[in-house]
């Protein structure tokens, strides 16, 4: 029984080496995705906008954002048309914010442009940001899980050093030439690795799993995330390149302290409600104190407000696609449908700090109350919402630990072998070891990564029980350790 006790430290064991070049050449496309999108969010006073003026660029920013947030609607829509023809309607659609760097070198060369044809440029421009979102989003959740969490992490951080590297030169054109590069290494690799998913891990369109809509709270809770992140990107742009660079580059402190939460992610259980509550007082220190910093002041406001959108943006991130993945849920579904009100909020924290920036000459009172009253709204909706999760998470570990589901998997194997998704990968082994229907279950949520403490609370079964189900599973399968009970999983492909 000694050799069960999950508090030892798990055997380590190596990642096939096809899917470690996968995790890694994805870790450097998510990189380039990253680095590009937050240099269309702090564009206005960066190098992507260097032509105009702060006032017109922000109008250009927000027909971005209008235009990306539209995009995911008509993902929800159309989300199997979409998700049966993904890779040729992303691969042009992400190709499209080339077409913003192209209108940036002509403004650059002929003063003549007029404001109307940038502003097409950049309506395409969020058209690709939602695109190319979605394209990764898709290829995350048709791999397998393991180093999903940490990769999308790592690429959270490089893509941050890779925005700062893009637009601190100094040179439009040297920063233009990196920007493409970006834009090319990260729609390239996306397409690339998509190629690389065995066809018959890809279950057909009408058999995934819808998820359940967001309820209003939620979306509101959604929303206001997205309304901070867009009002002090707003905010900090109009305070010059220097503040826009900094606050952008703050964003590599929250995917670090997200990578922690990824690393401990089979040890705990995390979900993104939790996080929400840790990052709320972050976000309203920085807005309750902006209104009265000084200069110096107000970017550490923009700092500490950035470091917690990061953080729950990349867990956010992580946690839906491990989740469609594991729970076979429709990939486009899901994440649009969470993506949506995030950027909705997006675009009307940004026609607000539009407004009180640029339009209304607002005194300094008038300001501070604005701020304050907003900060006021996001704390109101945060306490109807509460950022509690756990309905949503029981209902997705119900899939897999229920007899129900157990035996529902068993059928749709039986009936379509091709299949390989986790939850059949799962079947397959509790199959060839003759696993008896409680240590299935047992079996289900160690393959997930849970420990002992968290099974015995989700089957209402003592820790001694857990213990002898799980050395019951250890003996049958040869095995002393969870993780190499994970490999046995994750190598489950025939």
Not at 76 to 99: C, M, P, Y
Not at 352 to 378: K, M, N, P, R, T
Request: glycine share 8%; net charge negative; charged share 15%.
């Amino acid at each position: 029984m000694g050799e069960t006790d999950e508090s030892a430290e798990p055997k380590r064991t190596r990642t096939p080496g096809d899917l470690l070049n996968t995790y890694i050449l994805a870790g450097i496309g998510f990189s380039c995705l990253i680095g590009w999108e937050l240099s269309a969010v702090f564009s206005p006073s960066l190098v992507l906008l260097d032509f105009c003026d702060i006032h017109e660029g922000v109008m250009l920013r927000i027909v971005s954002i209008l235009t990306l947030a539209a995009s995911f609607a008509f993902f929800i829509v159309k989300q199997d048309w979409i998700f049966e023809h993904r890779n040729k309607l992303f691969t042009v659609g992400s190709l499209l914010a080339l077409v913003a760097v192209v209108n940036t070198m002509f403004n650059a060369s002929f003063e003549w442009m007029p404001i109307w044809v940038s502003a097409i440029a950049w309506g395409l421009f969020g058209i690709a940001q939602a695109s190319s979102m979605m394209y990764w989003c898709i290829f995350f959740s048709l791999i397998p899980t393991r180093r999903t969490a940490v990769t999308i992490c790592i690429g959270a951080c490089g893509g941050t050093m890779l925005f700062v590297f893009a637009n601190a030169t100094g040179a439009t054109w040297l920063g233009l030439l990196e920007i493409s590069l970006l834009i090319l290494g990260s729609v390239g690799l996306a397409a690339f690795l998509s190629t690389r998913i065995p066809g018959e891990s890809i279950l057909p369109v009408k058999e995934y799993r819808r998820s359940a809509l967001l309820t209003v709270p939620s979306m509101l809770s959604v929303a206001c995330h997205g309304a901070v992140y867009g009002f002090m990107s707003i905010l900090m742009c109009s305070m010059g390149p220097v503040a826009a660079l900094v606050c952008g580059a703050s964003g590599l402190i929250g995917s670090a302290l997200a990578f922690v939460w990824g690393y401990l992610g089979p040890k705990v259980e995390v979900d993104t409600g939790i996080v929400q509550r840790i990052s709320l007082p972050m976000i309203m220190m920085g807005l309750l104190l902006f209104p009265f910093a000084d200069e110096a002041g107000k970017i550490v406001c923009g700092c500490l407000a950035n470091v917690a959108l990061a953080h729950s943006s990349v867990i956010a991130w992580y946690s839906t696609s491990i989740d469609n993945a594991e729970f076979q849920l429709h990939p486009v579904d899901r994440f649009a449908n969470r993506q949506a009100p995030s950027w909705v909020g997006f675009f009307l924290g940004s026609i607000g700090a539009y407004l009180i920036v640029f339009v209304f000459d607002l005194s300094d009172w008038a300001f501070c109350l604005v701020v304050v009253v907003f900060a006021l709204l996001v704390i109101t909706v945060f306490s109807i919402y509460g950022g509690d999760e756990s309905k949503t998470k029981k209902r997705l570990n119900d899939l897999l630990t229920s007899a129900t589901a157990v035996e529902a998997v068993a059928e749709e194997d039986a009936a379509d072998k091709h299949v390989n998704t986790f939850r059949q990968r799962c079947d397959r082994v509790i199959d060839d070891y003759e696993l008896t229907p409680r240590e299935a279950e047992v079996f289900f949520l160690l393959a997930k990564g849970r420990n002992a403490e968290y099974i015995g609370k989700q089957l209402v079964v003592s820790s001694a029980t857990v213990k002898s189900h799980i050395y019951h599973i250890y003996r049958k399968l040869g095995i002393n350790s969870q993780q190499r009970l994970m490999t046995i999983v994750d190598d489950e492909t025939k």
